[in-house]
């Protein structure tokens, strides 16, 4: 089983390695990855999604021949009975009765049949959607942990920055303050030295 998985993912890097003028895509294809998922195993999805479509179309399409087989039987027989009916007319009600009780019969047993396919066709596609939602949901669950692990650095990082920045602002404003101070003193001196001027006059 092993073989035939590395086998389908040989076959798909070869159907994707194709060149554009000098640049290998399949080169870069090789190395695309999304969470833990690679190139080879979107393509085995999308094959086993095709796969899936197929093998519903391929139950529909034999049971509904099976249906078609079934219910030319169930005429042929029909028809059959209703060249017997014959003689007065109370046999023949009695034996028209018969017929179309059979006929109803029939129906219901070709109205099982084709539930019966519909069901079977949908379980084959129901069970590849339930796949790939279980694919999606881990997806997603491994994209999570990979931004969560990122954004517990960058928290750190931004951690360790945020105490550097709290020390240099209060140091800015202490010197703000001593340069306030001067200024008042100043202007406290020129209105005595004001006052005293007219004194002296």
Excluded: C, H
Excluded at 3 to 8: L, Q, R
Excluded at 131 to 148: E, P, Q, R, Y
């Amino acid at each position: 089983m092993a073989t035939a998985k590395a086998k389908k993912a040989t076959k798909s890097r070869s159907a994707v390695k194709k060149k554009v003028g000098n640049l290998d895509l399949g080169k870069y294809l090789d190395e695309l990855k999304v969470g833990n998922f690679k190139l080879d195993d979107v393509l085995e999805g999308t094959t086993k999604n095709v796969q899936a479509v197929a093998d519903a179309n391929r139950a529909i399409v034999d049971g509904y021949m099976d249906i078609a087989k079934r219910q030319y039987d169930m005429l042929k027989d029909l028809l059959d009975e209703l060249r017997k009916v014959s003689g007065d007319r109370a046999d023949v009600v009695k034996d028209l009765k018969k017929v179309v009780e059979q006929a109803r019969k029939d129906v219901q047993v070709l109205q099982k049949m084709a539930s019966k396919t519909n069901s079977a066709a949908q379980k084959i596609v129901k069970k590849r959607a339930e796949a790939n939602l279980k694919a999606w949901k881990k997806l997603v669950a491994d994209a999570k942990k990979s931004i969560g692990k990122a954004g517990a650095t960058a928290k750190k990082a931004a951690a360790k920055k945020k105490p550097a920045a709290k020390k240099k602002a209060p140091a800015k404003k202490k010197v703000a303050a001593k340069k306030k101070a001067p200024a008042k003193k100043k202007a406290a001196k020129r209105r005595a030295a004001a006052k005293s001027a007219p004194a002296a006059a």
